[in-house]
Nanobody
Framework: QVQLVESGGGLVQAGGSLTLSCVASGSTFRLNAMGWYRQAPGKQRELVASISSNFNTNYADSVKGRFTIYRVNFKNTVYLRMNSLKSEDTAVYYC???????????WGEGTLVTVSS
């Protein structure tokens, strides 16, 4: 069982920056594929960015060039650096982990990001 705890959300003005953190426990973190998803009011949850165990990254087109996902394995933490934030980035951001040893798919409780225009 993997536990995920997100932090770093908050209120920021358009054009500003935030860094989200997700600390994982309960598995061998370095083997997990990690991702950040978001869900805006009235919309479906969507993938924002992901990073594999060998550090390959993938981004939604809407955040390419503005967001960066990275991981620090010795801290069991994955980060999402968000620059040039827009009002349409307002959403609850969820951390996701896929544990290859169990094929389990795990979610954090989410952290709210609000971008004011």
């Amino acid at each position: 069982q993997v536990q995920l705890v997100e932090s770093g959300g908050g209120l920021v003005q358009a054009g500003g920056s935030l860094t989200l953190s997700c600390v994982a426990s309960g598995s061998t973190f370095r083997l997990n594929a990690m991702g950040w998803y978001r869900q805006a009011p009235g919309k479906q949850r969507e993938l924002v960015a992901s990073i594999s165990s060998n550090f390959n990254t993938n981004y939604a087109d809407s955040v390419k060039g503005r967001f960066t996902i990275y991981r620090v394995n010795f801290k069991n933490t994955v980060y999402l650096r968000m620059n040039s934030l827009k009002s349409e980035d307002t959403a609850v951001y969820y951390c996701n982990a896929v544990d290859p040893s169990s094929a389990g798919d795990y979610w954090g409780e989410g952290t709210l990001v609000t971008v004011s225009s």
